[in-house]
C-alpha cells in the first residue's frame, strides 16, 4: 500500500512538470491546469489522474481537457524516463470539480 502512494505521489509531480513544461500546445496553457491526484490500481496497470481546470469559460475548459486526453500518449511517453518502476500504468484523465463544487457551497453559505 505504502508502494502505490509513493508511485501516486511520484506520478502527480511528473504528470504536473510535464503538462507545465513538455507540452507545447497553446491550448493546454491558457488555462490554469493543476493535477489534483492520481489514483492507481493496486496492480499498476491504470492510473486515473484527477484534473483541475480553472478557466471562465465552460467550453475552453472542454477543450482544454480534451487537448490533455489527446496528449496523452506523449505525456506517458514522457513519463518513461522519468519514473522508475517496472511497467508504466495507462493513463485515464478525469475533470476534478470539487474546487468549483467548494466555491458553489462557499457562496450559498455566504448569502444565507
Same mark, same amino acid.
Given at each position: 500500500?505504502? %508502494?502505490?502512494? %509513493? #508511485?501516486?505521489?511520484e506520478?502527480q @509531480?511528473?504528470?504536473?512538470?510535464? =503538462? *507545465?513544461n513538455g507540452l @507545447?500546445? +497553446? =491550448?493546454?496553457k491558457?488555462?490554469?491546469?493543476? #493535477?489534483? %491526484? #492520481? /489514483?492507481?490500481t +493496486? &496492480? $499498476?496497470k491504470?492510473? /486515473?489522474?484527477? $484534473?483541475s481546470?480553472?478557466? =471562465?469559460d465552460?467550453d !475552453? /475548459? /472542454?477543450?482544454?481537457? @480534451?487537448?490533455?486526453?489527446?496528449?496523452a500518449?506523449?505525456i %506517458?511517453? !514522457?513519463l518513461k524516463g522519468?519514473?522508475k518502476?517496472r511497467? =508504466? +500504468? *495507462?493513463l485515464?484523465f478525469t475533470l &476534478? &470539480?470539487?474546487? *468549483?463544487?467548494?466555491?458553489?457551497i *462557499?457562496?450559498i $453559505? @455566504?448569502s $444565507?
Amino acid at each position: 500500500m505504502i %508502494r502505490i502512494e %509513493r #508511485v501516486n505521489s511520484e506520478m502527480q @509531480k511528473q504528470i504536473a512538470f510535464i =503538462l *507545465d513544461n513538455g507540452l @507545447k500546445n +497553446p =491550448l493546454i496553457k491558457s488555462g490554469m491546469l493543476t #493535477v489534483t %491526484r #492520481v /489514483k492507481t490500481t +493496486p &496492480d $499498476l496497470k491504470y492510473a /486515473k489522474v484527477f $484534473l483541475s481546470i480553472f478557466c =471562465l469559460d465552460e467550453d !475552453q /475548459k /472542454k477543450e482544454i481537457f @480534451k487537448a490533455v486526453e489527446g496528449a496523452a500518449g506523449f505525456i %506517458r511517453n !514522457q513519463l518513461k524516463g522519468t519514473m522508475k518502476i517496472r511497467a =508504466l +500504468p *495507462d493513463l485515464q484523465f478525469t475533470l &476534478d &470539480d470539487s474546487i *468549483d463544487y467548494s466555491i458553489r457551497i *462557499d457562496k450559498i $453559505l @455566504k448569502s $444565507l
